[in-house]
């Protein structure tokens, strides 16, 4: 089974408004318009690094 029919199988089982929406991204990223959704999470990492660069966080994923 290759990844076009797996996804197909995917969609199947959606309602139409999930389908919708991803109708939607997939053509944003044939457009090349999916490219800020990485430059927007690059540029949101200080801010969260905040929160992932503490002894507790550190602590809470020591066992994965």
Same mark, same amino acid.
């Given at each position: 089974? &290759?990844?076009?029919?797996? !996804?197909?199988?995917?969609? /199947? &089982?959606?309602?139409?408004? !999930?389908?919708?929406?991803? #109708? /939607?991204? @997939? %053509?944003? !990223? %044939?457009? =090349? $318009? =999916?490219? =800020?959704?990485? /430059? &927007? @999470? #690059?540029?949101? /990492?200080?801010?969260?690094? %905040?929160?992932? #660069? %503490?002894?507790?966080?550190?602590? @809470?994923? $020591?066992?994965?």
């Amino acid at each position: 089974m &290759t990844i076009k029919d797996k !996804l197909i199988e995917e969609l /199947e &089982t959606l309602p139409d408004a !999930l389908v919708a929406e991803l #109708l /939607e991204h @997939a %053509r944003a !990223l %044939r457009q =090349g $318009n =999916g490219k =800020g959704a990485r /430059e &927007t @999470a #690059l540029a949101a /990492e200080p801010s969260l690094a %905040r929160d992932w #660069l %503490r002894p507790d966080e550190d602590e @809470a994923w $020591n066992d994965l």
